[in-house]
């Protein structure tokens, strides 16, 4: 007999181009260049090639490409996450991965509340973020995510960078948040539902 019983509840994801995508692109990739650590994992379930990362200094904000990007990302943030319902949000760890031919990050999730990738190059020839489906755990959705553009999504969605199969380079800077306050607008609904926002 089965005893959990599992009950649908709808999921978001959010995307919204950058706006200063081109003012910070080549800045940050010059200074990823210094960076040397590189991540090698692969067995029977899982499999994590990363030619480039500082994953290892997610919580380090002493980076240099830290400073520069992080109050530009954050200000970026603010709506997306509005939109989510939240006012208040913490960047709790951020770090970068660069993927060549051959490499891939398997199937994962993220800590805290929200995961959050900026896609700091994104040749078309090279296949999007991955999700599972959270409601049956097998069919994958393609997110539709190109070049600049910012994803958040709920940290427990099983993703993945599927194996880069071209010469091009893709480039994320990856980032957790923990969330704080709830909108006003969000109380509002809950307290007057005759007067609910629009989605
Ligand atoms: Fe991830």
Known sequence: MDLVKRFR???TYSISSFERHNEFKISLLNLFKTINHSSKMID?????KITKYDWPEKNNSDREWVKLIAPALCEKLIPMINKNGFDQFDITSIWFQQYHRGDSHGWHIHSDNLA????????????????????NLKSIINTEVKEGDVLLFPSNIIHRAPLMTTDERRTIISFNVKLGNLCNWVLDNLNNPSKKREY
Do not use: A
């Not at 959050?116 to 020839?125: D, H, K, N, R």
């Open 9 to 11: 509840i709808d999921q």
């Open 44 to 48: 029977n379930y899982y499999t994590e």
């Open 116 to 135: 959050g990738i900026y896609f700091l190059e994104l040749p078309s020839t090279v296949p999007p973020t991955q999700f599972v489906n959270p409601i």
